[in-house]
């Protein structure tokens, strides 16, 4: 009588729900691990932009909003993505006065989460939008606290 060797379908089939169930556990720690990177880049390139306005501000005495939409030569200085390409990019950056305030006084970068321009299936549902303003105040989505370090 000859042995054969090898795994059972049985076998085979626990091996795969143990797979299963560490992969179930994993993607959830994985999932926020990525969105926490991407919500750190965002606020590095909300950062570098606010230097950009400042720089910009030092030379015209007023900061300038600015969007994906922007068409005007000044305005296309200021990337509205992060990233290599705007398809990859977690969030859409732009610009605008803040609240009740002048633009030559205070400007508000903001940084929204997966926009139709940049991977609209990115979200992030703890911080939602990030600010940052001229005068140093930053928030996201309505909170001050939490999603900035």
Request: charged letters at 20%; hydrophobic letters at 35%; proline letters at 5%.
């Given at each position: 009588?000859?042995?054969?060797?090898?795994?059972?379908?049985?076998?085979?089939?626990?091996v795969?729900?143990i797979m299963a169930?560490?992969?179930?556990?994993?993607?959830?720690?994985?999932?926020?691990?990525?969105?926490?990177?991407?919500?750190?880049?965002?606020q590095?390139?909300?950062?570098?932009t606010?230097?950009?306005?400042?720089?910009?501000?030092?030379?015209?005495?007023?900061?300038?909003?600015?969007?994906?939409?922007?068409?005007g030569?000044?305005?296309?200085?200021?990337?509205w993505?992060?990233?290599?390409?705007?398809?990859?990019?977690?969030?859409?950056?732009?610009?605008?006065?803040?609240?009740?305030?002048?633009?030559?006084s205070?400007?508000?970068?903001r940084?929204?989460?997966g926009?139709?321009?940049?991977?609209?299936?990115?979200?992030d549902?703890?911080?939602?939008?990030?600010?940052?303003?001229?005068?140093?105040?930053?928030?996201?989505?309505?909170?001050?606290?939490?999603?900035?370090?």
């Amino acid at each position: 009588m000859r042995r054969c060797e090898g795994f059972t379908l049985v076998e085979t089939m626990v091996v795969m729900v143990i797979m299963a169930v560490l992969g179930a556990l994993a993607y959830p720690s994985y999932a926020g691990y990525m969105v926490r990177t991407h919500r750190v880049e965002a606020q590095v390139a909300l950062l570098e932009t606010m230097q950009d306005q400042e720089r910009y501000y030092s030379l015209h005495n007023a900061y300038l909003p600015f969007s994906a939409d922007s068409s005007g030569e000044d305005e296309k200085r200021f990337r509205w993505w992060l990233g290599s390409t705007p398809q990859r990019s977690a969030y859409e950056l732009s610009a605008q006065p803040c609240d009740n305030q002048p633009l030559q006084s205070c400007i508000q970068v903001r940084a929204v989460p997966g926009t139709s321009r940049v991977d609209a299936r990115f979200r992030d549902p703890d911080c939602e939008t990030l600010t940052l303003t001229s005068t140093g105040e930053h928030g996201a989505g309505g909170r001050t606290k939490g999603c900035w370090p």
